[in-house]
């Protein structure tokens, strides 16, 4: 099982937006509405920003949205804040024999 | 609160066995599944695999596969993740995560474990 397929780098200016995706197939991404991504400081855990595709937990600010489309989903910070320089990573189930699959991440920079 | 809280950071030789713990608190350990993840320095994440405790079922990436063990002690809200022989590539940080919400994501993460595997 491969990992997720994601851009490798991704940055906008403060209040601009950015979008970041997440490709996989229709084994994991495309054939599920279980895709969640994560957000990770250096040196700190990951933490959940969506999950099944587009909800938000709870804390999670509302300029964090997520879609998808076919075998590919993808996620939005509008808005872009300074606090939001990060490493993201889209997850995905991937059927009962793989319990899960990670994309390659993405490192958000504001500019 | 919902807690995960790992064992302390490990320095190891290879070959040598190894077995950290994550507990959990503030929730029914039972009823949910715990994740184990795995991130080689400077690398992205990787799923190992997950594990239910109220039964033990435990489901495995076909990458670790053979590589480690999860198991749990429900009766101390424990779970585990151990290696038999360990190598020089297993050095990286180790999280686990509880499976909340509608049990296919991370909720919650335990604050990561080191290992260091080296002659």
């Known amino acids: 099982q491969s990992a997720l397929t994601q851009p490798p780098s991704a940055s906008g200016s403060p209040g601009q937006s950015v979008t970041i995706s997440c490709t996989g197939t229709s084994s994991d991404v495309g054939g599920y509405k279980y895709v969640s991504w994560y957000q990770q400081y250096p040196g700190k855990a990951p933490k959940l920003m969506i999950y099944e595709v587009s909800k938000r937990p709870s804390g999670v600010p509302d300029r964090f949205s997520g879609s998808k489309s076919g075998n590919t989903a993808s996620l939005t910070v509008s808005g872009l804040q300074a606090e939001d320089e990060a490493d993201y990573y889209c997850?995905?189930?991937?059927?009962?024999?793989?319990?899960?699959?990670f994309g390659t991440g993405t490192k958000v920079t504001v500019l | 609160e919902v807690q995960l809280v790992q064992s302390g950071a490990e320095v190891k030789k290879p070959g040598e066995s190894l077995k950290i713990s994550c507990k959990g608190s503030?929730?029914?350990?039972?009823?949910?599944?715990i994740g184990w993840v795995r991130q080689m320095p400077g690398k992205g994440l990787e799923w190992m695999g997950i594990i239910y405790p109220g039964d033990s079922d435990t489901r495995y990436s076909p990458s670790f596969q053979g590589q480690v063990t999860l198991s749990v002690d429900k009766s101390i809200s424990t779970a585990y993740l151990q290696w038999s022989s360990l190598k020089a590539s297993d050095t990286a940080m180790y999280y686990c995560?509880?499976?909340?919400?509608?049990?296919?994501?991370?909720?919650?993460w335990g604050q990561g474990t080191l290992v260091t595997v080296s002659s």
């Open positions: 997850s995905s189930y991937a059927g009962s024999n793989n319990p899960r699959v």
């Open positions: 995560a509880r499976l909340g919400y509608s049990g296919y994501e991370a909720d919650q």
């Open positions: 503030g929730h029914s350990f039972t009823t949910y599944w």
